[in-house]
């Protein structure tokens, strides 16, 4: 064999490797506080590819009074769901990023059907694009409202706290940067019931869905982190090689 031909034929099965091991584009499905940006961060660690946060990308733009932050703030701040076509385009955007090749977690996205339906005509418009799967995170209600009162976030490394569950080693200060934490301004009761509402009227219907599109899976999320992190992966790898 010449080492031209030895040299692709080690090429393609590097390929090979690459598309069986990649982990190519996982949905994390939820309630408001299930804990999508907790296993999200996890999931960055164990497989090398960015999370995609709506919530956190809209945040951004609020934070730097872009024209998108400034109509999202208001719906945000009302605990209603920011136009589709809007956190569409902001996907679009950010889906060009050259990280997004192996993979990419999608937290908060899609919301509606709406979002599902343009997520799913863009992925099947990709040649060699990489299966989805789609994981829907449960905890019961009165657990969510706990995890929502109660968490607090650090604005610089982003890391996600719980003042009852999940506490910093030092009340109010962040572990890593040790910088003072933040509340959400959406985390608190008023605004989670409406959260809870667009979820149940808008978000439900995407999890079936993906549900009766098959390559989906049903975590608990009233465990350990690493335990649900774990179970999330299996599932993953499970669908993955799943007709
Ligand atoms: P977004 O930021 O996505 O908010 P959300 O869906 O309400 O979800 P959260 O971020 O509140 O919860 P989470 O599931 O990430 O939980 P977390 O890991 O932090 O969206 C905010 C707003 O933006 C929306 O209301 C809407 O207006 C707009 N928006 C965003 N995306 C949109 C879209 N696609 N379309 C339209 N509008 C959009 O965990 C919560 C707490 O629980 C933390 O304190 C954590 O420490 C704790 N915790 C997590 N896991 C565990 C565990 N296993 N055990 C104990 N504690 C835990
Ligand atoms: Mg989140």
Redo the contacts with the bound molecule.
Sequence with gaps: MSSSVSTETSMESSRATESNTAPGPILLL???????????KELVKLWSIPQI????L??ANVAEGTKLGRV?KE??GR??????SL?NEMVAVRLLEPDTARGYIL??????LG?ATWLDARLSAQIESLPLVAVS?QVNYNQLLR??T???NCPVCQT???VY??PPKREGICDVEGAALIQ?A??TEEVFKE?MR??TALTAPVVDHYRALGRFAEVD?????AV?AAGIVAAAERLRHAA
């Design positions: 939820g309630a408001p506080g299930v804990g999508k940006g907790t296993q999200a946060s709506t919530g956190d809209l945040r999202a719906i945000m605990g209603e769901l920011v136009p589709d956190v937290d908060g996205f899609p919301r509606t979002q995170i995890r929502i109660g968490r607090r996600i706290y719980n569950m999940n959400r959406d985390d959260r667009a979820y999320g009233d465990r350990p982190i649900i």
